[in-house]
């Protein structure tokens, strides 16, 4: 899963980079709001940290301008906390709004929060990678050379998630917050249900993995 970090001050660009490199993310940066407009548009990152008050051109411009294009989540990190700030933030399409200083424990939360959000607020009743489709209405997935797998609501919300960041990996903790909430589901219920999950598709998982195990951090669709 991509983050695109745009935030001038470069020490702290750089501990935001590690504390999403750590928990699994690929990180790219930009530090002007032309570099983030550009950048935006040629990685397709899947979440977007933005700094207000950035320069040429500011955070909210660039926010209004993302938002008549893509409803990818961000999330606006400025210490500009005044309640019209903030409300002109979320006018403007953020999807969060946090004061400096903050500590990466809250962060990361508001992280998982936000994408939650995004993974479970869809309209479409289908989603569909290459030749894999998942049917999201009668929650089946169809793989070439298979019959149709039924899933299980919990085994659907997984295999959705995944699917829409495919080749890319997705944290254990977003998993979980999509398919439970944050306070109902933990990491053993998670690889208990990949280890069914698994079992139901049968031989072409064991020799070419289409859910790839990423140690410590997550699992990952491949195609």
Aim: aromatic share 8%.
């Amino acid at each position: 899963m991509k983050t695109l970090i745009v935030e001038d001050d470069k020490t702290l660009a750089d501990i935001l980079a590690f504390t999403f490199v750590r928990e699994g993310f690929e990180v790219v940066q930009a530090f002007t709001g032309s570099d983030a407009l550009t950048l935006w548009e040629k990685e397709y990152p899947d979440l977007m940290l933005l700094d207000v008050n950035i320069p040429l051109p500011d955070g909210f411009s660039v926010c209004e301008t993302i938002r008549k294009n893509w409803d990818t989540p961000i999330i606006f990190l400025t210490v500009r906390d005044n309640e019209e700030d903030i409300i002109h933030g979320l006018d403007v399409g953020a999807d969060d709004y946090i004061s400096k200083p903050f500590s990466p424990r809250q962060l990361m939360a508001r992280v998982d929060a936000v994408l939650r959000r995004s993974c479970t607020n869809f309209e479409e009743d289908h989603y569909q990678v290459g030749a894999v489709f998942l049917d999201l209405e009668q929650k089946s997935l169809t793989i070439p050379n298979q019959e149709s797998i039924s899933l299980s609501e919990s085994e659907c919300k997984f295999v959705h998630c995944i699917m829409r960041y495919a080749g890319q990996v997705v944290t254990s903790q977003i998993l979980i917050n999509c398919i439970w909430g944050p306070e109902n589901g933990n990491k053993e219920m998670l690889r208990q249900l990949v280890h069914r999950l698994r079992k139901k598709m049968g031989f072409r998982e064991e020799s070419e993995p289409m859910i790839e195990t990423i140690s410590g951090i997550g699992y990952c669709f491949c195609q």
